[in-house]
Nanobody
Framework: QVQLVESGGGLVQAGGSLTLSCVAS????????MAWYRQTQRNQYDFIAR???????TYADFMEGRFNLSRDNAKNTAYLQMNKVRLEDAGFYFC?????????WGQGTQVTVSS
């Protein structure tokens, strides 16, 4: 069973940068696709970005190139670098992966954006 632990959330000023981390354990990290989602006020999850086991990344259109997702297989960690942060980027960010038919989520990390 895979466990995911996010960190790096906090307060950031609009226009600034913040890097979120997601450490995975309990599985072979290099075989895990990794993704980030943001929880909306309607308790739904907006897709942000995904990186395949081969390192291919896909981003939501509304990111407009501001975020960068990467993975370090040696550290079992996926990173979400948030640049030019906007007020609307605030929220709880969740890391996600899947293994076979199982879906795994972290506990989330909160990003607060000040004007």
């Amino acid at each position: 069973q895979v466990q995911l632990v996010e960190s790096g959330g906090g307060l950031v000023q609009a226009g600034g940068s913040l890097t979120l981390s997601c450490v995975a354990s309990g599985g072979i990290f290099s075989y895990l696709p990794m993704a980030w989602y943001r929880q909306t006020q309607r308790n739904q999850y907006d897709f942000i970005a995904r990186v395949t086991i081969g390192g291919v990344t896909t981003y939501a259109d509304f990111m407009e190139g501001r975020f960068n997702l990467s993975r370090d297989n040696a550290k079992n960690t996926a990173y979400l670098q948030m640049n030019k942060v906007r007020l609307e980027d605030a929220g709880f960010y969740f890391c996600n992966t899947c293994e076979a038919t199982d879906d795994y989520w972290g506990q989330g990390t909160q990003v607060t954006v000040s004007s």
